[in-house]
Every structure is written in C-alpha cells, then in structure tokens.
C-alpha cells in the first residue's frame, strides 16, 4: 500500500488510509488529530484546574463510601494502565476493590502484574473466572463471524462483571483506565461495541455451536446498561493527572518490579494475536498505528520513533504469532482448515447481524443530555 500513488498518511500522526473513514485538511492533517486537540480542550489535563477538579472528585468517592466497604472499584488487567490506575489510586487514599476478570487467556506476567501491584498496595483483589465453555463456544462463534472486534466477548464480560460487582458492594464510583495520552487515536470505523448484548447473541445464533451458554456468561442487557451507566459514575482518572505511558513505566517497575508485556493489550495473549496478526492480514488494518498515533499527538514519542517501531517486526515475531495462532485454534476446537476458510470468507460487520445500534445512539445522545443537566459532563 505504502508504493500505491493513492497511499496517504497525516503529516503529524502515522493514521492513513488503513481507516476507511480518514479525512485530510489542506495540511495533509488528519481529522483523529483534530479530534484529539479539541478532546484535550475539554477533557486533558489543564494543571491547577485539574487538581482542584480531582481533589472535589476524591472528597465526594470518599464522602459516599463513609460506612460502606470501598470508596470505588476498578478492573485490573496486569497492564500499564490500570496498575498505574491502582497505584494512583493507592496515593489519593481512596479504599479500592480492584477486580480481575479471567476469561482464559492471560498472559504469566500479566498475572504476577496483578498480584505485585494489590499485595504490594494493600488493596483487595476479587478474581472472577468465567466459565470456559461459556467463553470458548462464544469467541469460537466470534471468529467464524467475519467481524473484526474479536474482542467483544472478552470486553462485554469484563464491563457485566464490574458492574455486578459495584451493585453487589454498593459502590458508586468506577475507575476507568481509558485515557487520552494513550487512547485519544481509534479510529470508529475498526469495531462496534462491546456493550450491544443483542449484536452478540445473533453472532452465536448465526455462528455458534448452539449451546446454552448464556446462562453461565455475565452479561446485561440494553435497558440494564444505561441504568448502569446512570447509576454508577465511571471516572477515567488518568486523565486527571498529566499522564505518561513511559513515567508511568518507570514509575511501576521501580515501586512494583512490575514486568512490560511487550504492546498495548499484550497482556491477553488472544488480543496479542487478534490485533496484530488477524486484523492486519484479514482487515487490512493495524490497531497499533492508532496506539502509537495516540502517543505521537500526546507528546510520548515523536512521528519517526513511531514510524520505526511500526516497521519493527522484532517485538513480536511471525514465528511467536504463529505459535500464538496454533495454540489457540488448539484451544478454541478449530481446525486449520477451518482457519484457512475463516481467513479467506468476506469480511462483515455488525450490521450483518441483529442490533441495537440505532437505540444505542438514541440512548447516549440521552444520557449525554441528562449528565449535562446535572453537571457531570462538560457541553
């Protein structure tokens, strides 16, 4: 694509044409750029402001929490944002249930991550293992689905759990790890979702094997996540405080002998695998353009270390992936004939099957209003 005359990438990130719905200024600037600068505007940290914004944000969790168990809960993964998360919250003083989620494919460091960071901090931890065979038939229908977020079973599990476990402790107050210093690029038109309940059972209706597996799978329902989300206020603290992947780094393996995985949700050997080895050959599309694009506009790194890094095959290797790809078609029950046939079948997306899209959008532009109203989001 890189020799084709009609290749074109933004002049300040390393987003091109691998988004179908990229858009340049005359600058040769694209429109995720723009985004970001107008999110940071509104959301990004703005110093003294911020730290007065935080400080009242603590004082209420901490207010609310007076008589119960835990100020607030946030999911842990192993990875550097949400132990970052953990031990920043460790500093505000706030009484945190972290909770971890093990749908099968975590990493070893992933694991000792976890359990360095909350024995070391004091904080307790809750593990749910969801029902492998639940797991396994629904990302097994997932890959027979020609969608690219293979994710979604994984995603919509870890939010169902975290919201059953903040309604079970009555908590009101979930950190959220999603930032702008190293999510602030991802471009919409790479995956639908996760919290469309109705999307994925016609994915197994249509793909899977026809077991009841739901029973045993954590989930909620369109009308039972906006009430969540009306409910529970989920806080993406990071972006409190002047973020920085690689101080964030420093700051967890020194504290912490904290281990890095080796990429942006690394920590899950499946994501690992989906998102560099069957987005790019299937979709034609590297998540990791839009993850270092989002550290080159936040400052972390500049525009040719993030060219470099997108050309290094080093890091993870075509041998690794293909152990990684014969590993888990082992442990999802799928043959490499069936492989070659999933690679091969045309490409669909998430209106290819039942949803709830238009609701959902309806329903945000709502609650969107609603949080105006109140005050919790800025206009």
């Known amino acids: 694509m890189k020799s084709d005359q009609n290749y074109k990438i933004c002049t300040r990130c390393i987003m091109d044409i691998s988004d179908p719905q990229i ?3 005359e600058n040769g600037v694209c429109n995720h750029c723009h985004k970001f600068d107008k999110d940071v505007m509104l959301y990004g940290y703005k110093g003294k402001e911020t730290d007065r914004e935080l400080r009242k944000l603590v004082k209420e969790m ?5 008589g119960k168990e835990y100020d607030c809960i946030l999911g842990i993964s192993g990875g550097v944002d949400s132990a970052y998360m953990a031990y920043l919250a460790h500093k505000l003083g706030l009484r945190v249930l972290a909770v971890h989620v093990d749908a099968g494919w975590n990493s070893e460091i992933a694991v000792e991550n976890i359990q360095k960071m909350c024995k070391a901090l004091n904080m307790d931890l809750h593990t749910i293992v969801i029902d492998w065979q639940s797991m396994k038939e629904l990302q097994r229908a997932y ?36 930032n702008l210093a190293t999510e602030g690029i991802l471009p919409g038109a790479w995956g639908y979702a996760s919290t469309d309940f109705r999307n994925i059972k016609s994915v197994y209706k ?14 909620f329902g369109i009308v039972k996540y906006f009430y ?11 972006n409190y405080v002047p973020y920085s992947k690689k101080g964030a780094m420093e700051v967890l393996e020194r504290e912490f002998d904290w281990k890095y995985y080796g990429g942006k949700h690394f920590e899950s050997r499946f994501t690992k695998f989906f998102q560099s080895y069957y987005l ?6 590297d998540k990791k353009r839009a993850h270092l694009s989002s550290l080159v506009v936040g400052g972390e790194m500049t525009r ?8 290094d095959v080093d890091t993870y290797t ?23 046939k999933i690679m091969q079948a045309p490409n669909k997306t998430e209106d290819d099957y039942a949803s709830y899209k238009k609701l959902i959008v309806f329903l945000v532009k709502v609650k969107r209003l609603l949080q105006i109203c109140k005050g919790r989001v800025k206009a």
């Open 228 to 238: 969540y989300q009306m409910t529970i206020k989920r806080i993406k603290i990071l």
């Open 206 to 219: 249509k793909c899977g094997r026809k077991q009841p597996i739901f029973r045993k799978y954590p989930h």
């Open 304 to 311: 040719e270390e993030a060219l470099k890094e997108m050309d």
């Open 280 to 285: 790019p050959q299937k979709f034609h599309y």
């Open 143 to 178: 890959m027979f689905s020609g969608l690219a977020n293979l994710d979604v079973p994984q995603d919509h599990v870890f939010l169902a759990a975290m919201y059953a476990y903040a309604k079970k402790y009555k908590i009101k107050y979930m950190l959220n790890g999603s």
């Open 318 to 340: 075509m041998e690794e992936m293909l152990e990684d790809r014969d590993y888990i078609l082992k442990k999802l029950e799928i043959s490499e004939k069936q492989w070659n």
């Open 62 to 66: 901490k207010e609310y929490g007076k």
């Open 23 to 25: 858009e340049f200024d």
